[in-house]
């Protein structure tokens, strides 16, 4: 079994920044990868980023390339999303994810059935 507690949600204005973070916790020692997804009010849950575990791989949504960077210190089983220049666009409650699968083809991770264990979420308001 796997836990996964997100934090760094709040409320920023157009142009602003913030981080999330999520700490893994469990047997964790087989994970492949993690991800990073959103839900919007009204619309469904979408990839937006990944990263292999061997840190050999990140994976961005488009819209999000250039502006979010995953990361991940695995001494503390924890992946980082570094969020900047942030849009309304990006409101959203954001959740990662753990995957203990393997893919051959690394796209496989950019959706949400790749993944095995999920977060709480956190809120991430953006305002214009």
């Known amino acids: 079994q796997v836990q996964l507690v997100e934090s760094g949600g709040g409320m920023v204005q157009a142009g602003g920044s913030l981080r999330l973070s999520c700490a893994a916790s469990?047997?964790?020692?087989?994970?492949?990868?993690m991800g990073w997804f959103r839900q919007a009010p009204g619309k469904e849950r979408e990839f937006v980023s990944f990263?292999?575990?061997?840190?050999?791989?990140?994976y961005y949504k488009d819209s999000v390339k250039g502006r979010f960077t995953i990361s991940r210190d695995s001494a503390k089983n924890t992946v980082y999303l570094e969020m900047n220049s942030l849009k309304p666009e990006d409101t959203a409650v954001y959740y990662c994810a753990a995957s203990f699968r393997y893919y051959t083809y690394l796209s496989d991770y950019a959706t949400a059935r790749a993944y095995d264990y999920w977060g709480q979420g956190t809120q991430v308001t953006v305002s214009s």
């Open positions: 469990g047997r964790t020692f087989t994970m492949n990868a």
């Open positions: 990263m292999t575990w061997n840190g050999d791989t990140t």
